[in-house]
C-alpha cells in the first residue's frame, strides 16, 4: 500500500519537497492556511504591465536546482535570460547613481572604488580570524575596512535578506566566504582561484519564466500523486506509534509521514507541547511596490541599485524589470520595483514614489501603474549564533518525531535555490526513514 505523506505549507519549499515525494511514488497532500499556493512567488500586474510580486530574477550559475526541476516540470522552453547589460549595478550615494564597476580596469578607475584599493590589497595579507562566528560587519571591517563594509556590503545583504550587517551572522549569510578565509588565508586569494577555475556560460546572468514564475508552481501541484488544500489551517500536529495525526477544525487526519514547510514562527502553534520560543527566529517585514509606465522607457541601462542604509534612506534598493527581461514589456514601457523596509502607509505611497523618481531616477513622468503589497515576515534573519540555534532545534525535534521532518528557508539558505536545494535532500530523508 503506498505511504501516504502530509505537506504543512505550500510556499516553494513544501511544493519542491511534495514533487520530489510524488516522483518517488509516494500520495503527498499539501495543506496551506491561505487561499493560494506559491508562498511568496506570486503574480502580479495587469493588463498592460507584467509583474510578479516575489523572487523573479535568478543567476543562471548559481541556479543549478531549480533548472532541473524547471526541466523536469518540461518549462525550459519558457526560460528567458537577461541581457548582458542587467550586469550593471548601481548604488545610490551622495544623492545620486553610482555605477559600480563591473571589470578590474573599471574598477580602478572608478572613483566609488579606487579609494579602497589599499585596503584590498592588506587584506591578503591579514591574518585569519578565530572566532566561532561573527557578524558580516565585524567579519568585512576586520578583513578590508569599516568603510568598504558600510558602503558595499551593507547594500548588498540588504538586497538579499533586508537584514542588517550589525546583526547578521556571516557564518550563516556568507557561509562561503568564511571558508575561503579558513582555506586560502585570503577572502581575495580564495575568490581569483574559484575564479581562475570557473566555467563561463554562454547563456544570459539571470534568467526567469516568460509568464511568471507562478507557472512553475501550479505545475507541481497538477502531479497525479499531489493534492493541495488551500484555505485549509492545521491546527495542531502529533505523533502517535508509526502515524502523524493532524488536527483541523475538530477533525484529525491520519498519515504515514509529515513534513513541515511553514516559516518557523508557526512551529509553536502546530506544536503546543514543545518549548520553543516562537520568536527565536526573526522575521523582516518589507513593502513592495509596482510601477508602470507607458512610452518610451526611461530608465538608463542596469539591473537597478540599492541603497547603503548609511543614506538614510527607506528604500532599500529599486529594480529595473524593464530592462532585464525585455520579452515581458507590452511595448514601450518602464517598469520597475521598489522594495521599501517595514511597512507604508496606502495615503503616503504615491508621495513617496513620486520623491524616489523624481530624486533618484530624474522621472517626471507619473506612473500609470501602482500597485504594492506588504510583506509581513518576508525574510528570516539569521542573526548571530543561528547556525548553533539551529542545531539546537533540529536535535530537540529528532529526539521526540521520528515521523515528522521539517525545511524551509529558515534553516540555511532563504535563495528559491537553496529551498530547492533543501527539497531534494528533505525527500530523500523522508523516504529514508520510510523504508527503515
Not at 36 to 65: L, N
Not at 239 to 244: I, P, T
Not at 324 to 347: A, D, M, V, Y
Amino acid at each position: 500500500m503506498r505511504k501516504k505523506i502530509a505537506i504543512i505549507g505550500a510556499g516553494i519549499s513544501g511544493l519542491s519537497t511534495a514533487w520530489y515525494l510524488a516522483k518517488k511514488g509516494y500520495k503527498v497532500d499539501i495543506f496551506e492556511k491561505s487561499d493560494r499556493i506559491g508562498g511568496w512567488i506570486s503574480p502580479g500586474g495587469s493588463q498592460d504591465f507584467f509583474f510578479e510580486k516575489g523572487p523573479r530574477s535568478f543567476s543562471t550559475s548559481r541556479s543549478s536546482d531549480l533548472l532541473s526541476l524547471i526541466n523536469e516540470l518540461n518549462l525550459s522552453a519558457d526560460i528567458i535570460y537577461s541581457d548582458n547589460e542587467a550586469k550593471e549595478r548601481y548604488l545610490y550615494i551622495d544623492n545620486k547613481l553610482q555605477k559600480l564597476p563591473n571589470s578590474i580596469l573599471s574598477f580602478l578607475f572608478s572613483s566609488l572604488t579606487r579609494k579602497h584599493i589599499f585596503s584590498l590589497v592588506k587584506e591578503l595579507f591579514k591574518p585569519k580570524g578565530n572566532l566561532i562566528d561573527e557578524t558580516i560587519f565585524s567579519f568585512f571591517k576586520r578583513r578590508f575596512s569599516e568603510e568598504i563594509a558600510l558602503t558595499f556590503v551593507d547594500p548588498i545583504t540588504t538586497g538579499i535578506y533586508g537584514g542588517d550587517i550589525h546583526s547578521l551572522s556571516v557564518r550563516s549569510c556568507f557561509s562561503k566566504l568564511c571558508e575561503l578565509e579558513e582555506k586560502y588565508g585570503s577572502v581575495i586569494k580564495g575568490l581569483l582561484f574559484q575564479k581562475k577555475h570557473k566555467k563561463k556560460a554562454n547563456l544570459g546572468p539571470l534568467f526567469t519564466l516568460n509568464s511568471g514564475m507562478s507557472q512553475l508552481i501550479y505545475k507541481i501541484a497538477e502531479h497525479e500523486n499531489i493534492q493541495t488544500f488551500v484555505s485549509t489551517q492545521i491546527e495542531k500536529i502529533t505523533q502517535s506509534h508509526n502515524k502523524v495525526m493532524l488536527y483541523k477544525s475538530n477533525k484529525a487526519l491520519e498519515y504515514d509521514f509529515a513534513v513541515v514547510a511553514t516559516p518557523f514562527n508557526a512551529l509553536k502553534q502546530l506544536f503546543p507541547e514543545i518549548r520553543l520560543e516562537a520568536d527565536s527566529i526573526p522575521y523582516n517585514n518589507l513593502t513592495i511596490v509596482n510601477v508602470g509606465m507607458s512610452g518610451q522607457n526611461h530608465l538608463i541601462k542596469g539591473f537597478g541599485y540599492l541603497v547603503p542604509r548609511m543614506e538614510k534612506e527607506r528604500l532599500l534598493g529599486v529594480i529595473f524589470d524593464s530592462n532585464i527581461f525585455k520579452k515581458q514589456n507590452r511595448g514601450e514601457q518602464t517598469r520597475l520595483t521598489l522594495i521599501i523596509e517595514g511597512s507604508l502607509l496606502k495615503n503616503n505611497l504615491n508621495n513617496f514614489i513620486e520623491d524616489i523618481l523624481i530624486r533618484h531616477l530624474k522621472i517626471s513622468k507619473c506612473p500609470d501603474y501602482i500597485s504594492s503589497l506588504e510583506c509581513k515576515n518576508a525574510i528570516p534573519q539569521y542573526h548571530l549564533g543561528h547556525k548553533e540555534k539551529i542545531l539546537t532545534i533540529k536535535k530537540y525535534f529528532k529526539k521526540r518525531f521520528s515521523k515528522i521532518v521539517f525545511t524551509g528557508n529558515y534553516l540555511e539558505n532563504v535563495s528559491v535555490n537553496g529551498c530547492i536545494t533543501k527539497s531534494i535532500q528533505t525527500a530523500n530523508k523522508v523516504e529514508i526513514k520510510i523504508k527503515l
